[in-house]
């Protein structure tokens, strides 16, 4: 038939398809926005990234000259030490378990 009786009629020839196919088209748009948007530069949060952290840290330490001092810290007098040297190592003894007796019913009589 001829080109323009079809197209006159309404039907058009529609062309053999050899573009890139719908897929691979969002595909190529998706890589495309992932790599721009590794490229966008960094916000307020990122450039404050871990000072949050070390601003805690840092508050957490009583005397930040402490290392300087040379001489010792104090500990418990030696008597009390071993005082709670004994009670902690009497804390990982066994202790025998009390043996529960429970309510015993039947056997009575009523009287009646």
Do not use: H
Not at 30 to 49: F, H, I, K, R, T
Not at 75 to 85: I, K, R, W
């Amino acid at each position: 038939m001829n080109k323009k009786k079809l197209l006159k009629a309404g039907i058009t020839m529609r062309k053999k398809d050899t573009g890139v196919p719908k897929a691979g088209r969002c595909l190529a748009l998706g890589v495309a926005l992932l790599w721009m948007a590794g490229c966008y530069p960094p916000n307020a949060l990122e450039l404050d990234y871990g000072n949050s952290v070390r601003n805690n840290i840092a508050q957490q330490v009583v005397n930040p000259q402490a290392g300087l001092n040379p001489t010792p810290a104090v500990g418990l007098p030696p008597e009390a030490a071993v005082n709670e040297m004994e009670s902690y190592n009497k804390s990982f003894k066994a202790t025998p378990q009390k043996s529960f007796q429970g309510m015993q019913t039947g056997g009575g009589s009523s009287g009646y």
